[in-house]
C-alpha cells in the first residue's frame, strides 16, 4: 500500500489542528481533509484499507502527504473550503449548482451597479438572487428592476457628465445617473438598494420604505415621481400577494437541506425560507462520486457536509439551518458560519413539528430530483456530455450548447440558424434565425491554402460559364469567402445582442463547417470581447471535430455518445437553417418586380397588371402609354428602372437555335 511509504512523515505530523492534502504519482491533489489533531487523523488511514472502495481506490494512489497548521478547527474549516473549491479534488464530494436555471447578478462591486443573466454564482464581491425557475422568470424580473427602480441596463462607464440623458429615460426605465443634475450617486444607490431588496425576497419592508418614499415626494410636490413610486408599489405588492409560498411566521429565516444518494450520485435541494415564506429552492449535484466507488452510494453525512460548507461558501447562513442528519465538527462549522454572517447561526436536526415539515418537504423534492436526473435517458445525455467536456478539456460540463449553420444557394437569400441544446436535449424556444445582410462584422481573411470540398447543394455556384461549380478549387472558392463572411456576420449579431441583454455565454459552441468556419467564428469573438468563449468546427462527411488550439482534429469512435449528440445538434441547426431558406425563397418567388421601383405600391401595381395584363407588356409599354395610368413622375421611375435592369444583365444566349429533322 503506498500510504505505509508515509509512515515515517506520518509520525512526525504535529498534534495541532490543519489541513492534509494527499498527492498522486503526477503531483495532482486527490484528497483534501481537515482535522482536530493532525497526527491522529492522518495516521488512522494506515489502518483504513478495507473499509470501502472509495478509500482503497484512495489509498492505492497516494503518493504525497501536505499538511497546513491552523490555529483552531474553525480556521481549518475555512481553508478546506477554499482549497476543494480550488483544487477540485477528485475524491472530495464535488457538488455543483443546477445550471438548469439562471441566476440574476446586481454588479454591487461597480460605483453604479446593473442587473445581468449569470449563469454561475462567484465570489466577486457581488450580488446573487436565484436560481429562477422557469428560466423566463430570470429575464423578466430584471425588466421589473429597470421598471420599478430605474437600475441602469447599459454598458456604459458612468461619470455624471453626459449632457443629456438616453431613451431608456425618457419611458422610464432609468433614473439616468449618467446625467448628475438628474440622479446623483446617493440617488442612484437607494435605488438600488430597493432592487436588492426586491431581489432578497424582502417585500414587506420595500413596501415600507416605497411608501415613505412615495409620501415626502408628495409633501414636496414632486407629484409625478409619487405617482410611479406608488405605482411600483401596487406591482411589488402583486408579485408578493401572487407567489407560491409556504407561509408560517414561527419559522422566519431559515434554510433546510433535504438529500437523496443512490448509486449514481446525490442531489440535494436546499429550500431557503425568508420572513416565513419559501422565496428559493436551490438544487446541488453530484455525479463523480459513483464512477469512483464503483456503484457504491456515498454517505449521507459526508454528502451533507459537503454541501453546507460549499453552499455557504459564496452565501451568507440564515439563523437557523436544518439538516437531516447530523454533521461531524457540528459546533465549529457553526462558528465559520457565524463569523461569515456577522451573527450567531445555529445547525439542528428537526424531529416534529413545522420545522420537521420544512425538511420533509426538501427531501421529497431531493428523491423527485434524483428520479428525474439519473433516469437511464438521463443519464445517457450525462455520458455524452461527460465524453465532450473530457474530450475538449472544458472546465465543466458543456449545459448549454449553441450551434449555427448558413444556408444558401448561389449566394441569394443567404440566411443563418442557431439551435441550443441544454443538458443534452434541444430548447426550441431558443432558436434563432438570421437573413445575412453583408457588411463589416469583423475583420476578412481568406480562406486556408486547401479549401474545403463543398457539402450539397447549397455550397455549389454558377460559374462565369454557367456551369454548376464543384469540379475545382476556382469554383469553390468564391463561395467559401462568401460562407465565411456570413458565419462571421451571424456569430457577432447573436453574442453582440448577448452582451447588450446582459446574458451569460453558452458552455460550448459548434460551427457546421471545418477550419475555415470556426475561424471567421473566433474572429467575431475577437471583435467583441469574447475569445474565451469555446468553439468547435464540426466537418460532415469524415466528421472530424475541429478546434482552434489543435493542428489536428478531433477523431470520435463511430458510436461515440459525444460524437452522436454533436451530429444530432448539427443536423438540426442544418434542419432549421434549410427550412428558414426554403421559406424566403418561397417569398422572394412570389415577390412581384414592381414591387422594386420608387413610387409603385400595392394600387399603383394592381393598376399596371390590370391595364397592361403582364411585367413583360409593362417593360415593352412606351412613356406614352405609362402616362395615363401613372401620371408622369412614376412612369419616367418605371421607364427608367427597366432601363437600369436592362444594362445591368449580362447578355447570355437563351434561346438556342434547333436544327428540326
Given at each position: 500500500?503506498?500510504?505505509?511509504?508515509?509512515?515515517?512523515?506520518?509520525s512526525?505530523?504535529?498534534?495541532?489542528?490543519?489541513?492534509?492534502?494527499y498527492?498522486?504519482?503526477?503531483?495532482?491533489?486527490i484528497?483534501?481533509?481537515?482535522?482536530?489533531?493532525?497526527?491522529?487523523r492522518?495516521r488512522s488511514?494506515?489502518?483504513?484499507y478495507?473499509s470501502s472502495?472509495?478509500?482503497?481506490?484512495?489509498?492505492?494512489?497516494?503518493?504525497r502527504?501536505?499538511?497546513?497548521?491552523?490555529?483552531?478547527?474553525?480556521?481549518?474549516l475555512?481553508?478546506?473550503?477554499?482549497l476543494?473549491k480550488?483544487r477540485?479534488p477528485?475524491?472530495?464530494?464535488?457538488?455543483?449548482?443546477?445550471?438548469?436555471?439562471?441566476?440574476?447578478?446586481?454588479?454591487?462591486?461597480?460605483?453604479?451597479?446593473?442587473?445581468?443573466?449569470?449563469?454561475?454564482?462567484?465570489?466577486?464581491?457581488?450580488?446573487?438572487?436565484?436560481?429562477?425557475?422557469?428560466a423566463?422568470?430570470?429575464?423578466?424580473?430584471?425588466s421589473?428592476?429597470?421598471?420599478?427602480?430605474?437600475?441602469?441596463s447599459?454598458?456604459?462607464v458612468?461619470?455624471?457628465?453626459?449632457?443629456?440623458?438616453c431613451?431608456?429615460y425618457?419611458?422610464?426605465?432609468c433614473?439616468?445617473?449618467?446625467?448628475?443634475?438628474?440622479?446623483?450617486?446617493?440617488?442612484?444607490?437607494?435605488?438600488?438598494?430597493?432592487?436588492?431588496?426586491?431581489?432578497?425576497?424582502r417585500?414587506?419592508?420595500?413596501?415600507?420604505?416605497?411608501?415613505?418614499?412615495?409620501?415626502a415626494?408628495s409633501?414636496?410636490l414632486?407629484y409625478e415621481?409619487?405617482?410611479?413610486?406608488?405605482?411600483?408599489?401596487?406591482?411589488v405588492?402583486?408579485?408578493?400577494?401572487?407567489?407560491?409560498?409556504?407561509?408560517?411566521?414561527r419559522?422566519?429565516?431559515?434554510?433546510?437541506?433535504?438529500?437523496?444518494t443512490?448509486?449514481?450520485?446525490?442531489?440535494?435541494q436546499?429550500?431557503?425560507?425568508?420572513?416565513?415564506?419559501?422565496?428559493?429552492?436551490?438544487?446541488?449535484?453530484?455525479?463523480?462520486?459513483?464512477?469512483?466507488l464503483?456503484?457504491?452510494?456515498?454517505?449521507?453525512?459526508?454528502?451533507v457536509?459537503?454541501?453546507?460548507?460549499?453552499?455557504?461558501?459564496?452565501?451568507?447562513?440564515?439563523?437557523?439551518v436544518?439538516?437531516?442528519?447530523?454533521?461531524?465538527?457540528?459546533?465549529?462549522?457553526?462558528d465559520?458560519?457565524a463569523?461569515?454572517?456577522?451573527?450567531?447561526?445555529?445547525?439542528?436536526?428537526?424531529?416534529?413539528?413545522?420545522?420537521?415539515?420544512?425538511?420533509?418537504?426538501?427531501?421529497?423534492?431531493?428523491?423527485?430530483?434524483?428520479?428525474?436526473?439519473?433516469?437511464?435517458?438521463?443519464?445517457?445525455?450525462?455520458?455524452?456530455?461527460?465524453?465532450?467536456?473530457a474530450?475538449?478539456g472544458?472546465?465543466?460540463?458543456?449545459r448549454r450548447?449553441?450551434?449555427?449553420?448558413?444556408?444558401?444557394?448561389q449566394?441569394?437569400?443567404t440566411?443563418?440558424?442557431?439551435?441550443?441544446?441544454?443538458?443534452?436535449?434541444?430548447?426550441?424556444?431558443?432558436?434563432?434565425?438570421?437573413?445575412?445582410?453583408g457588411?463589416?462584422?469583423?475583420?476578412?481573411?481568406t480562406?486556408?491554402?486547401?479549401?474545403?470540398s463543398p457539402?450539397?447543394?447549397?455550397r455549389?455556384?454558377?460559374?462565369?460559364?454557367?456551369?454548376?461549380?464543384?469540379?475545382?478549387?476556382?469554383?469553390?472558392?468564391?463561395?467559401?469567402?462568401d460562407?465565411?463572411?456570413?458565419?462571421?456576420?451571424?456569430?457577432?449579431r447573436r453574442?453582440?445582442?448577448?452582451?447588450?441583454?446582459?446574458?451569460?455565454?453558452?458552455?460550448?459552441?459548434?460551427?457546421?463547417?471545418?477550419k475555415g468556419?470556426?475561424?471567421?467564428?473566433?474572429?467575431?469573438?475577437?471583435?467583441?470581447?469574447?475569445?474565451?468563449?469555446?468553439?468547435?468546427?464540426?466537418?460532415?462527411?469524415?466528421?472530424?471535430?475541429?478546434?482552434?488550439?489543435a493542428?489536428?482534429?478531433?477523431?470520435?469512435e463511430?458510436?461515440?455518445?459525444?460524437?452522436?449528440?454533436?451530429q444530432?445538434?448539427?443536423?438540426?441547426?442544418?434542419?432549421?437553417?434549410?427550412?428558414?431558406?426554403?421559406?424566403?425563397?418561397t417569398?422572394?418567388?412570389?415577390?412581384?418586380?414592381?414591387d422594386?421601383?420608387?413610387?409603385?405600391g400595392?394600387?399603383?401595381?394592381?393598376?399596371?397588371?390590370?391595364?397592361?395584363g403582364?411585367?413583360?407588356?409593362?417593360?415593352?409599354?412606351t412613356?406614352?402609354?405609362?402616362v395615363?395610368?401613372?401620371?408622369?413622375k412614376v412612369?419616367?421611375?418605371?421607364l427608367?428602372?427597366?432601363?437600369e435592369?436592362?444594362?445591368?444583365?449580362?447578355?447570355?444566349?437563351?434561346?438556342?437555335?434547333?436544327?428540326?429533322?
Amino acid at each position: 500500500m503506498p500510504i505505509r511509504d508515509l509512515k515515517a512523515q506520518i509520525s512526525r505530523l504535529p498534534e495541532q489542528p490543519g489541513v492534509y492534502l494527499y498527492s498522486n504519482a503526477a503531483g495532482e491533489t486527490i484528497y483534501i481533509g481537515r482535522a482536530r489533531a493532525l497526527r491522529d487523523r492522518v495516521r488512522s488511514y494506515l489502518s483504513a484499507y478495507g473499509s470501502s472502495p472509495k478509500t482503497n481506490a484512495l489509498l492505492d494512489e497516494v503518493t504525497r502527504l501536505e499538511v497546513i497548521v491552523t490555529d483552531s478547527l474553525v480556521e481549518a474549516l475555512a481553508l478546506e473550503s477554499h482549497l476543494i473549491k480550488q483544487r477540485m479534488p477528485r475524491f472530495n464530494i464535488l457538488l455543483r449548482d443546477d445550471k438548469n436555471y439562471p441566476y440574476l447578478q446586481l454588479t454591487t462591486a461597480e460605483a453604479f451597479p446593473r442587473v445581468m443573466v449569470a449563469r454561475r454564482v462567484a465570489r466577486d464581491g457581488n450580488y446573487y438572487a436565484g436560481p429562477f425557475l422557469p428560466a423566463t422568470l430570470a429575464r423578466k424580473t430584471m425588466s421589473l428592476t429597470h421598471k420599478l427602480f430605474g437600475v441602469r441596463s447599459c454598458n456604459e462607464v458612468i461619470t455624471g457628465r453626459r449632457d443629456r440623458a438616453c431613451l431608456e429615460y425618457d419611458i422610464k426605465r432609468c433614473v439616468a445617473p449618467c446625467v448628475e443634475a438628474l440622479c446623483t450617486q446617493e440617488q442612484y444607490a437607494e435605488a438600488v438598494e430597493h432592487a436588492r431588496m426586491f431581489l432578497d425576497g424582502r417585500n414587506d419592508e420595500l413596501v415600507r420604505k416605497l411608501k415613505a418614499q412615495m409620501a415626502a415626494a408628495s409633501e414636496a410636490l414632486r407629484y409625478e415621481e409619487a405617482a410611479q413610486t406608488r405605482d411600483a408599489i401596487k406591482t411589488v405588492e402583486t408579485l408578493r400577494d401572487r407567489q407560491q409560498k409556504m407561509s408560517s411566521v414561527r419559522l422566519g429565516d431559515r434554510d433546510a437541506f433535504g438529500i437523496k444518494t443512490g448509486p449514481a450520485g446525490a442531489v440535494v435541494q436546499v429550500f431557503q425560507m425568508r420572513g416565513g415564506r419559501v422565496i428559493e429552492r436551490v438544487e446541488l449535484v453530484t455525479d463523480a462520486v459513483a464512477g469512483e466507488l464503483g456503484g457504491e452510494a456515498p454517505s449521507t453525512e459526508d454528502t451533507v457536509q459537503a454541501a453546507v460548507q460549499q453552499f455557504y461558501a459564496v452565501r451568507v447562513a440564515p439563523p437557523e439551518v436544518h439538516l437531516p442528519v447530523e454533521i461531524d465538527d457540528r459546533q465549529e462549522v457553526e462558528d465559520w458560519l457565524a463569523q461569515a454572517a456577522d451573527r450567531k447561526v445555529r445547525i439542528s436536526v428537526p424531529k416534529r413539528g413545522d420545522k420537521r415539515g420544512l425538511l420533509d418537504l426538501a427531501t421529497r423534492n431531493a428523491v423527485l430530483g434524483y428520479r428525474t436526473r439519473y433516469s437511464d435517458e438521463a443519464m445517457a445525455r450525462g455520458a455524452a456530455l461527460d465524453e465532450l467536456r473530457a474530450a475538449l478539456g472544458l472546465p465543466g460540463l458543456p449545459r448549454r450548447i449553441e450551434c449555427f449553420d448558413i444556408s444558401t444557394i448561389q449566394g441569394s437569400e443567404t440566411v443563418g440558424s442557431m439551435v441550443v441544446c441544454e443538458d443534452g436535449r434541444m430548447t426550441r424556444k431558443a432558436y434563432r434565425k438570421f437573413r445575412v445582410r453583408g457588411g463589416d462584422w469583423g475583420a476578412k481573411r481568406t480562406p486556408p491554402e486547401e479549401p474545403l470540398s463543398p457539402r450539397g447543394s447549397r455550397r455549389r455556384r454558377r460559374t462565369a460559364g454557367g456551369t454548376t461549380g464543384g469540379g475545382g478549387d476556382a469554383a469553390v472558392e468564391p463561395r467559401l469567402l462568401d460562407d465565411f463572411a456570413s458565419m462571421r456576420e451571424v456569430v457577432a449579431r447573436r453574442y453582440r445582442r448577448l452582451l447588450d441583454e446582459g446574458g451569460p455565454p453558452p458552455d460550448l459552441v459548434v460551427i457546421d463547417g471545418g477550419k475555415g468556419q470556426l475561424s471567421a467564428a473566433y474572429e467575431a469573438f475577437a471583435t467583441l470581447g469574447q475569445s474565451n468563449i469555446v468553439a468547435v468546427g464540426l466537418a460532415k462527411k469524415e466528421e472530424l471535430v475541429f478546434t482552434r488550439d489543435a493542428a489536428e482534429p478531433i477523431i470520435f469512435e463511430t458510436n461515440s455518445p459525444a460524437l452522436l449528440l454533436l451530429q444530432q445538434i448539427r443536423d438540426e441547426a442544418h434542419r432549421f437553417a434549410v427550412t428558414y431558406h426554403r421559406a424566403a425563397r418561397t417569398k422572394r418567388d412570389f415577390r412581384s418586380e414592381l414591387d422594386d421601383i420608387p413610387g409603385v405600391g400595392a394600387r399603383r401595381r394592381r393598376a399596371l397588371l390590370t391595364h397592361f395584363g403582364s411585367v413583360a407588356s409593362i417593360r415593352r409599354a412606351t412613356r406614352e402609354e405609362l402616362v395615363p395610368v401613372l401620371g408622369a413622375k412614376v412612369a419616367d421611375a418605371v421607364l427608367s428602372h427597366f432601363a437600369e435592369r436592362q444594362a445591368s444583365r449580362v447578355d447570355l444566349p437563351v434561346d438556342l437555335p434547333v436544327d428540326l429533322p
